[in-house]
């Protein structure tokens, strides 16, 4: 649990989260620079150890300079950015995976019988494979790493100086900064090595800006309810979260192989809308239980 330090300076606090959102942005954008130039990368077309090189880089990195910073800059203990031991940090690992896995299954199963998504295809196999694998690169390149630093230390420094309305707008604002970053140093880093120069996005591969930061917003909100679902505040349980996240998306959009599932745009907004808002009353039913109502 962290207490409201009002002596803390609201600039110490701000600094510390926005820390957080660079640091993630930045080893990020570098890792994909700097695999670009050997032609890796850790998207699903390559080999699985050239993904897991890049990956693993990503989430080494920012996990140790976190680590560093809680130590030595805080000078605190790590459960209180959510790292509470492995009993609790596994259990609280597979609450956060099972909480959004089953909002998601329970959906589409919906979806399924009325027959607005269509199956068109499965291969055991294949999806086993698939789950293997991108569980493993999802881990290390995105979950583990944004969850340490943003619902981990970043939430945790805006907690000890703001409520915890005001800590959760803040920490889904620091969590936008982090493609705005990422991007931004990927075409800075473009445009010194090029002559040919950069081209700077707001969102990555064309995707609707809006329509991402959107998505983002509300995703950043329902990992927050995450963080608060168990009695220790583990930040494991937004790190199931976010992998179940981005799982379940994967094969709905059919980024995933072995499975093949058809909905039409319509059926796509209604399908992440109420998976959405399922899993956030999941984790406010277990926040109400883990009796965290008094947790800043």
Same mark, same amino acid.
């Given at each position: 649990?962290?207490?409201?330090?009002?002596?803390?300076?609201?600039?110490?606090?701000?600094?510390?989260?926005?820390?957080?959102?660079?640091?993630?942005?930045?080893?990020?954008?570098?890792?994909?620079?700097?695999?670009?130039?050997?032609?890796?990368?850790?998207?699903?077309?390559?080999?699985?150890?050239?993904?897991?090189?890049?990956?693993?880089?990503? %989430?080494?990195?920012?996990?140790?300079?976190?680590?560093?910073?809680?130590?030595?800059?805080?000078?605190?203990?790590?459960?209180?950015?959510?790292?509470?031991?492995?009993?609790?940090?596994?259990?609280?690992?597979?609450?956060?995976?099972?909480?959004?896995?089953?909002?998601?299954?329970?959906?589409?199963?919906?979806?399924?019988?009325?027959?607005?998504?269509?199956?068109?295809?499965?291969?055991?196999?294949?999806?086993?494979?698939?789950?293997?694998?991108?569980?493993?690169?999802?881990?290390?390149?995105?979950?583990?790493?944004?969850?340490?630093?943003?619902?981990?230390?970043?939430?945790?420094?805006?907690?000890?100086?703001?409520?915890?309305?005001?800590?959760?707008?803040?920490?889904?604002?620091?969590?936008?900064?982090?493609?705005?970053?990422?991007?931004?140093?990927?075409?800075?880093?473009?445009?010194?090595?090029?002559?040919?120069?950069?081209?700077?996005?707001?969102?990555?591969?064309?995707?609707?800006?809006?329509?991402?930061?959107?998505?983002?917003?509300?995703?950043?909100?329902?990992?927050?309810?995450?963080?608060?679902?168990?009695?220790?505040?583990?930040?494991?349980?937004?790190?199931?979260?976010?992998?179940?996240?981005?799982?379940?998306?994967?094969?709905?959009?059919?980024?995933?192989?072995?499975?093949?599932?058809?909905?039409?745009?319509?059926?796509?907004?209604?399908?992440?809308?109420?998976?959405?808002?399922?899993?956030?009353?999941?984790?406010?039913?277990?926040? %109400?239980?883990?009796?965290?109502?008094?947790?800043?």
């Amino acid at each position: 649990m962290v207490a409201i330090d009002r002596r803390l300076p609201a600039g110490v606090a701000l600094g510390r989260a926005l820390a957080a959102a660079v640091l993630m942005g930045v080893v990020l954008a570098v890792a994909s620079f700097i695999g670009s130039a050997f032609g890796a990368s850790a998207s699903s077309s390559d080999p699985f150890g050239v993904r897991l090189i890049v990956a693993g880089s990503v %989430g080494i990195t920012v996990v140790a300079v976190i680590l560093l910073l809680r130590r030595r800059w805080d000078r605190a203990p790590l459960a209180g950015i959510g790292l509470s031991g492995v009993r609790r940090d596994m259990a609280g690992f597979l609450l956060g995976l099972g909480v959004v896995s089953a909002a998601g299954v329970a959906v589409i199963a919906v979806l399924s019988l009325i027959g607005v998504a269509r199956w068109s295809s499965f291969d055991l196999l294949h999806l086993l494979v698939f789950l293997a694998t991108n569980a493993v690169v999802a881990l290390l390149l995105e979950a583990i790493p944004e969850e340490v630093s943003i619902r981990g230390y970043a939430l945790t420094a805006l907690r000890m100086r703001y409520s915890r309305p005001v800590a959760t707008v803040l920490n889904i604002m620091v969590f936008l900064c982090v493609p705005v970053v990422a991007l931004g140093v990927q075409a800075l880093l473009e445009l010194l090595a090029s002559a040919d120069g950069a081209t700077f996005s707001l969102a990555p591969g064309g995707v609707n800006p809006l329509m991402y930061y959107l998505t983002l917003a509300a995703f950043g909100f329902m990992l927050v309810y995450a963080r608060d679902a168990t009695a220790s505040a583990t930040v494991w349980t937004c790190i199931g979260a976010h992998l179940a996240w981005l799982t379940i998306n994967r094969i709905v959009l059919g980024r995933a192989t072995g499975v093949e599932v058809a909905l039409g745009e319509g059926a796509t907004l209604v399908f992440f809308a109420v998976y959405f808002s399922m899993a956030v009353v999941g984790f406010s039913i277990l926040r %109400g239980r883990a009796g965290l109502s008094k947790f800043a």
